[in-house]
T-cell receptor
């Protein structure tokens, strides 16, 4: 069974640029969620994708967008990067039904300068 | 709006001690509660999940309890070891909505 994987591990971008982060869900999982974790804080929900559609969104502006592909993998896109976007971005996969246990990937550390 | 609080924010104990981490939530209409471990700069490892109909779950030296009516959960770690040093996060999923709502975590340090 393959766990959740994320790429890249680390990324440095300049303010105003755009970034794409990638996530492969755990085998058999059809739902992917993205979270942002600032230093010293708990993760904050960005959005969730199920059946290639957004299925819930947290308090993040539209410049945060995503995609889910037929193989359930997902991308998080952030446009017009701001310094406050510097954080650890976590992807989690789960099944849509049942206990809804979420399994997280190792994260992508984004630094915006 | 659901809010999750974890107390204490940090905890230092000697090896071998039994300890309890606390998590409280403001809205009892939860679907489940999940405890995670996070090592510095790393992702989250799921430790235990308690569904809303359950009172506790156990895995090895870990035991998590849930009291929905009082909005509380505890994570009990028996015979702590230096390898248990990490940040422990509590998260709830409401009956409505898709998000996990996290506390800020308790950072545990176990000294040998």
């Amino acid at each position: 069974e393959t766990g959740v994987t994320q790429s890249p591990t680390h990324l440095i971008k300049t303010r105003g640029q755009q970034v794409t982060l990638r996530c492969s869900s755990q085998s058999g999982h059809n739902t992917v969620s993205w979270y942002q974790q600032a230093l010293g804080q708990g993760p904050q929900f960005i959005f969730q994708y199920y059946r290639e559609e957004e299925n819930g969104r947290g308090n993040f502006p539209p410049r945060f967008s995503g995609l889910q592909f037929p193989n359930y993998s997902s991308e998080l896109n952030v446009n017009a990067l701001e310094l406050d976007d510097s954080a650890l971005y976590l992807c989690a996969s789960s099944l849509r039904t049942g206990p809804y246990e979420q399994y997280f990937g190792p994260g992508t550390r984004l630094t915006v300068t | 709006k659901q809010e999750v609080t974890q107390i204490p924010a940090a905890l230092s104990v000697p090896e071998g001690e039994n300890l309890v981490l606390n998590c409280s939530f403001t809205d009892s209409a939860i679907y489940n509660l999940q405890w995670f471990r996070q090592d510095p700069g790393k992702g989250l490892t799921s430790l235990l999940l308690i569904q809303s109909s359950q009172r506790e779950q156990t895995s090895g030296r870990l035991n998590a309890s849930l009291d929905k009516s009082s909005g509380r959960s505890t994570l009990y770690i028996a015979a702590s070891q230096p390898g248990d040093s990490a940040t422990y996060l509590c998260a709830v999923k409401n009956q409505a909505g898709t998000a996990l709502i996290f506390g800020k975590g308790t950072t545990l340090s176990v000294s040998s």
